[in-house]
């Protein structure tokens, strides 16, 4: 390498989610591979920023609270752009990449490349779509991370579909290895024989937390022996008494654990015995990978994208979207099952390094860096 590659990222939130964790990886990946990383977030309280900054990257806030906001938040983008000389700009979350490709047409840096993390509801939108579409001829390549997301960034989002490229999400499996399993039990009061469930999630209809409880109060007055653990907040959305309230409702308190948003991600996948997550759709679901790297069965919805992650009756299983009888069946059966859910954990992890590495992302991610260079390729 010639020089250190300057990359921007621009990205809406550094809050935790799928997405945010996503960059950081990929950000950490970049940065051992000798690129020179950049990031600016449009909103929120930036949660995240420390990890970035203690793995070498330098962070940014550039203001975007208010649709009023977008032209200012452009200039700053693009004042941002000219000052840094970016080889490469990447952009993530759709109001970053609207307002990245604006602000793109202004400085235009070495080139533009936008990741789509979603199953953007906003795209069903006529007009959205339309604009989406006419802004998505701006970024030279696009990367869906699923093959889900990519059709759905063709058929919704009007994208040019010889620009997109489906690079899988990718994690250091090896950082949910050693999770502190009986301390973090014994910290949450979960005793030896109780099953334990856990689900990461931000508290957001997508993620149907109500289909969850309702097939955890079955469960309930099936007589099973088991905790629920609810890790994640709602920054944004105002769901978390609503959420608390239809808990009480169904009868689940003191089985349902509201853990608020946490740092100990590995030491609770070690402490539970299955993860759950039964969402509405996913782009493809971060957490399952999580999940199925510290050797859990995934317990999830066959929906979107989550069958190209999870692999029904190998690595988990998959039930229909909405449906909280088939979900409590199948969490019952994994619950007294133990050996058939070890065998599921462990081929998790297998499938895990095989298809979901680290590496195999950063190297995809970057030969799509150099599609979009072309002939100013250095790297």
Known sequence: ??????????????DVGGAEKHLLWLARGLLLRGFQVDVAY???????????????????????????????????????????????????????????????????????????????QALKRQVIGRVHGVLSRVPRRIIALSDHVLEY??????????????????????????????ST?????????????????????????ATLFRAAARLCADGCDFRLLLAGGDPFYGQTERLRGLAAGLGLCGTVDFLGIRGDIPDLLAACDLFVLPSRYEGLGLVYLEAMAASRPVLATRTAAIPEVVAHGVTGLLVEQGDDRRLAASWKRLMTDRDESRRMGEAGRA???????????VNETIEVYREALGDRAFF
Do not use: W
């Open 153 to 182: 960034t063709v058929a919704r989002g009007r994208a040019p579909r010889e620009r997109l490229r489906r690079v899988y999400y990718g994690i250091d499996a090896t950082r949910f290895e050693s999770g502190a399993r009986e």
């Open 185 to 209: 039990r014994a910290r949450l009061g979960i005793g030896p024989a109780t099953h334990a469930a856990l689900c990461v999630a931000r508290f957001h209809p997508q993620k149907d937390h």
């Open 351 to 361: 499938r895990v390094a095989e298809r979901f590495g680290l590496a195999r992302m």
């Open 42 to 120: 449009l909103k929120g309280a930036g949660s995240l920023a420390p990890e970035f900054l203690s793995s070498g990257a330098k962070v940014a806030k550039v203001r975007f609270e208010h649709p009023a906001d977008a032209p200012a938040t452009c200039l700053r983008l693009a004042a941002l752009m000219r000052r840094g000389r970016y080889d490469l700009v990447h952009t993530h979350l759709l109001k970053a990449d609207a307002l990245g490709a604006l602000a793109a047409l202004l400085a235009r840096p070495g080139a533009l490349v936008a990741s789509k993390h979603n199953e953007e």
């Open 1 to 14: 390498m010639k020089r250190a590659a300057r990359i921007l990222f621009v990205i809406t939130t550094l």
